[in-house]
């Protein structure tokens, strides 16, 4: 139990499928985040979420959108994908405002979008 | 923008070797730098860490010594494991007093150890 679960670990879509990612973290943090790993690039972060609010979205296409009921939860809901967005997301919480932040990552859901 | 530079591998080595992986950063300011581990099949794991400069940071006999007038955090470790085989991310946070909101992450770089 890493504190941080994802859900699915796997999973293989159409472009013209709905589907969504969950994250689930145990640890009482109050931010969550999402981050796209793709080979041969850096982790990029796509949002992030103080308090259920979300403080950032970088640039990320309107195919991908976040929801965050409350502070243990994050989705990632996902429509009409393309293949570039085939990735490993990674989702991750933290506390912030204690001064000694890191970030908990869960395991990832692998995507494939054929 | 802020900006993490890290070593292309993959690196293998055999087991007792001795590592290092290099990190240099472009940041305004005064960064706190990081290394993150991430295991086959898990999400990334903070290894270790350093908030100024100077600073070592160091935790399972892996170190990484804050070196401002260089931009740079290379991580050393003096006899690896094969245990040790994981992918390691250099990262830097522009937030004071080492806030992960912004973390700023190179590409990593995958580290294979043979017995």
């Not at chain 1, 969550?32 to 640039?59: G, I």
């Not at chain 1, 409350?70 to 994908?81: D, G, I, V």
């Not at chain 1, 293949?83 to 990832?108: I, N, R």
Request: charged share 20%.
């Amino acid at each position: 139990e890493t504190g941080v679960t994802q859900t699915p670990r796997h999973l293989v879509m159409g472009m013209t499928n709905k589907k969504s990612l969950k994250c689930e973290q145990h640890l009482g943090h109050n931010a969550m985040y999402w981050y796209k790993q793709s080979a041969k690039k850096p982790l990029e972060l796509m949002f992030v979420y103080n308090f259920k609010e979300q403080t950032e979205n970088n640039s990320v296409p309107s195919r991908f959108s976040p929801e965050c009921p409350n502070s243990s939860h994050l989705f990632l809901h996902l429509h009409t994908l393309q293949p570039e967005d085939s990735a490993l997301y990674l989702c991750a919480s933290s506390q912030v405002g204690q001064g000694d932040e890191k970030l908990f990552f869960g395991s990832g859901t692998q995507l494939s979008v054929l | 923008g802020n900006s993490v530079t890290q070593m292309e591998g993959p690196v293998t080595l055999s087991e007792e070797a001795f590592l290092t992986i290099n990190c240099t950063y472009t940041a305004t300011g005064y960064p706190s730098l990081f290394w993150y581990v991430q295991y086959p099949g898990e999400g990334l794991q903070l290894l270790l860490k350093a908030t100024k400069a100077d600073d070592k940071g160091s935790n399972k006999g892996f170190e990484a010594t804050y070196r401002k007038e260089t931009t740079s955090f290379h991580l050393e470790k003096g006899s690896v494991q094969v245990s040790d085989s994981a992918v390691y991310f250099c990262a830097l946070s522009d937030q004071g007093g080492g806030g992960s909101e912004k973390l700023v992450f190179g590409k990593g770089t995958k580290l294979t150890v043979n017995p």
